[in-house]
């Protein structure tokens, strides 16, 4: 799913739209505290004639009010998962006795946020208009400003899910969205132009979209408010590589009109189910090679990337390079709300995009089927890297950024994305290739993403005889020694006898140490990210 924010440069009975905002707003908190009194009767009664909701009103309320849950129990989720990773942390008996005291008090500021409710309007706002109400000298004038900013961020927009057989929504008219004009039509006697400004880049998405949506009859989720307007869709579908899910569920309902037997009718469902799906890989792979993998190993200062080809159970090198970031990754020494600070976050968002635009270009033209990335759902440990590596990984990676855009990319070019667990891929990666580090490691991610569905392949490659020559030459000749069984074993072996620091220079190959390369520098002269090519 993905959402298009468009600004409004016309909106007709302005006033008329804000008190359906204001009504929308004030239903949602409602919904949002009494969730679980949505399916009666009669509180749905009640509240559409509290805030005059049609029915598909208060079901697009409801919408909003389930999504607000769900990102509470996602939001708790991961800081059980924060509060688990410092507890492993405290129990390190090398960490200093000063920072044991920090992580305890981290711990229970985070159990604080726990099952805390969402604040419309913004926690940050409450606070300082709580502080300002508190003090014995208040200032009137701040605190009405105050006031006024926090209810103003309390109003939502107006939020309609989208019906795809009412032309992709029922409220608004989407047929002449690349003309940038939009219809909103709250009931058949009130219909309100909305005027947006297009731009060139938008101009063909606009009109696949409303092509998407009055044509294919396909779902388009719209929020409106005063000066924006937000349209959601999937854009897997919007390309033609969605799953055909309307036919798929009218076939289960044909196979269920059988009556056949529980036992023969889950194996026609499961079936069904499989033609759907096979059917929808089938259109994704026209016009790209099957077993060919883009891999990418992602880092706070680079992104390696290589193809890979799976014939049997070998995996080849087809091209392989990185993108090095470095030069947006500079300690200016200023804090983070410093104009150049923002300055420098903003074009290393910037240039992100483009090294990702680029690598999808690369990948289009070696006709890669598979996109294999790293689960980045893991993690971290802070007390064995150094302040600067825990800089760059918490303050400079986009981590998040990073995937949303590859997800994306991934639905627009019909390419299969596979998460794999990358753990050791960096060691195994410098061990058996010899391009530089990140790109080492893309070679390994490459190979798992390919074998991850083959039965009978484990998540490590096997130990050859070359492999373990190689970790002679760069760590000794008694460095494998009898009790380092495997990949992991040899891992542990080597960081025990050399330490981390060591082991890490050894290790890792260096780009004046890897095979022929060319550098060169992205489009613009303006650009300070450069893609290394290995030859």
């Not at 805390?116 to 009137?140: A, H, P, Y």
């Not at 926090?150 to 795809?164: A, C, M, N, S, T």
């Not at 032309?167 to 047929?175: H, T, V, Y």
């Not at 392989?320 to 500079?330: N, Q």
Request: aromatic share 8%; charged share 30%.
């Amino acid at each position: 799913m993905i959402t298009l924010k468009l600004h409004i440069t016309r909106l007709e009975n302005e006033d008329f739209v804000r008190e359906k905002q204001l009504r929308f707003s004030n239903a949602l908190v409602l919904l949002y505290n009494r969730l679980d009194e949505s399916e009666d009767k009669e509180f749905i009664r009640r509240v559409m004639d509290r805030f005059q909701l049609n029915d598909i009103e208060y079901r697009s309320v409801k919408a909003a009010a389930k999504a607000a849950r769900e990102q509470d129990l996602t939001r708790d989720k991961q800081l059980q998962e924060r509060i688990e990773s410092i507890s492993q942390d405290l129990l390190n008996n090398e960490v200093p006795y000063h920072k044991r005291f920090r992580m305890f008090n981290r711990i229970q500021r985070i159990k604080r946020r726990i099952g805390k409710s969402q604040v419309f309007g913004g926690i940050e706002t409450l606070r300082e208009l709580t502080r300002e109400c508190n003090k014995v000298e208040r200032d009137e004038v701040k605190v009405d400003a105050l006031r006024k900013l926090y209810h103003d961020k309390r109003i939502q927009p107006l939020f309609v899910v989208g019906e795809g057989n009412y032309k992709g929504n029922r409220f608004f008219d989407l047929s002449r969205l690349q003309d940038g004009v939009c219809v909103y039509k709250p009931c058949k006697a009130q219909h309100y132009e909305i005027r947006f400004k297009v731009q060139k880049r938008l101009r063909n998405e606009l009109e696949r979209i409303a092509q998407y949506a009055t044509v294919l009859k396909q779902p388009v989720t719209v929020r409106l408010s005063t000066e924006y307007i937000y349209l959601s869709y999937d854009e897997q579908s919007l390309h033609g590589y969605g799953l055909d899910k309307k036919l798929r569920t009218e076939k289960v309902k044909a196979v269920k009109d059988k009556r056949l037997p529980t036992d023969v009718e889950k194996e026609e469902i499961k079936a069904v189910y499989k033609e759907a799906y096979d059917e929808q890989r089938n259109r994704m792979l026209k016009g790209k090679v099957p077993n060919r993998c883009m891999a990418v190993d992602l880092n706070p200062t680079n992104v390696g990337w290589s193809v890979t080809d799976k014939a049997g159970d070998e995996v080849t090198v087809v091209a392989a390079g990185l993108f090095d970031l470095s030069k947006l990754c500079t300690k200016l020494g200023l804090p983070s709300t410093h104009p150049k600070s923002k300055q420098q976050a903003d074009k290393r968002r910037y240039e992100l995009s483009i090294v990702f635009k680029t690598l999808f270009r690369i990948a289009c033209h070696y006709k890669c089927s598979v996109f294999g990335m790293e689960d980045l759902s893991f993690k971290t440990d802070n007390t064995t890297v150094s302040r600067e590596a825990n800089r760059k990984a918490r303050n400079l990676w986009c981590r998040t950024l990073c995937e949303q855009l590859i997800e994306k990319r991934c639905n627009g070019y019909g390419i299969e994305l596979r998460k794999v667990n990358a753990c050791y891929s960096s060691f195994i990666g410098n061990i058996q290739h010899n391009y530089v580090d990140a790109t080492n490691a893309s070679v390994e991610i490459g190979r798992r993403a390919l074998l991850k569905f083959d039965k009978g392949t484990g998540l490590f490659p096997e130990l050859r005889q070359e492999d373990i020559r190689t970790v002679e030459a760069r760590f000794g000749l008694d460095a494998v020694c009898g009790n380092a069984v495997g990949w992991v074993g040899l891992y542990k072996s080597l960081v025990n006898s050399h330490g981390v620091v060591e082991f890490n220079r050894r290790a890792r190959v260096a780009l004046d140490e890897a095979s022929l390369h060319r550098t060169l520098r992205m489009n613009s002269y303006k650009s300070r990210t450069f893609l290394i090519q290995f030859t």
